[in-house]
């Protein structure tokens, strides 16, 4: 079955950067497009870019073109997403998501990984 | 950007009761998805393109519209139905969420 499983918590200083990931598992890789949505606390979602795993090219949210940098590892069918300069607006849950639907869904997600910027 | 507005942001319902929800697209959109999300977990696929129940949804949740106006329909709410609704457009880029509603159970 698809799996999606993201790394764990972070907790990062103001103005420095993480890199999370976001490894699948059930399916071929290079099949399906990779979302990237945030959730800040009690908050809503906001889808922040795609990546396409067969040739690496990206699209993103106009809001965050120069936050996130989106990479894939296609020999071990890991996503990478690596957000900059961080600031407490970027302290929120991201997820990670695939389309298998074909319908511009996203119907597999993974657990979040929690990001804190807090020096 | 297409921006998607829900109503209610809350709403209490006793168990048995039909309730409906909607989401209002800020132009025309092709179709909605919606996603049912739990506390402290991700979010799940709920309805694809307005009216098509993902797998394992329960019979008892319906969608429906068109162009501007959708909505999720619970014919007869139960306990495990508590959660917050969020509705997605992708007619355009980039693709939007509704805020979510809440549903509550009394």
């Known amino acids: 079955q698809v799996q999606l499983q993201q790394s764990g918590a972070e907790l990062v200083k103001p103005g420095a950067s993480v890199k999370l990931s976001c490894k699948a598992s059930g399916y071929t890789f290079t099949s399906y497009y990779m979302y990237w949505v945030k959730q800040r606390p009690g908050q809503g979602l906001e889808w922040i870019g795609e990546?396409?795993?067969?040739?690496?090219?990206?699209n993103f949210n106009e809001k965050f073109k120069s936050k996130a940098t989106l990479t894939v590892d296609k020999s071990s069918s890991t996503a990478y997403m690596q957000l900059s300069s961080l600031t407490s607006e970027d302290s929120a849950v991201f997820y990670c998501?695939?389309?298998?639907?074909?319908?511009?869904?996203?119907?597999?997600w993974g657990q979040g990984t929690s990001v804190t910027v807090s020096s | 950007q297409i921006v998607l507005s829900q109503s209610p942001a809350i709403l209490s319902a006793s168990p048995g009761e039909k309730v409906t929800m909607t989401c209002r697209a800020s132009s025309s959109v092709s179709y909605m998805h919606w996603y049912q999300q739990k506390p402290g977990s991700s979010p799940k696929p709920w309805i694809y393109a307005t009216s098509n129940l993902a797998s394992g949804v329960p019979a008892r949740f319906s969608g429906s519209g068109s162009g501007t106006s959708y909505s999720l329909t619970i014919s007869r709410v139960e306990a495990e139905d508590a959660a917050t609704y969020y509705c997605?457009?992708?007619?355009?880029?980039?693709?939007?969420f509704g805020a979510g509603t809440k549903l509550e159970l009394k």
């Open positions: 997605q457009q992708w007619s355009s880029n980039p693709p939007t």
């Open positions: 998501a695939s389309d298998s639907s074909g319908l511009y869904a996203m119907d597999y």
């Open positions: 990546i396409n795993p067969s040739n690496g090219g990206t």
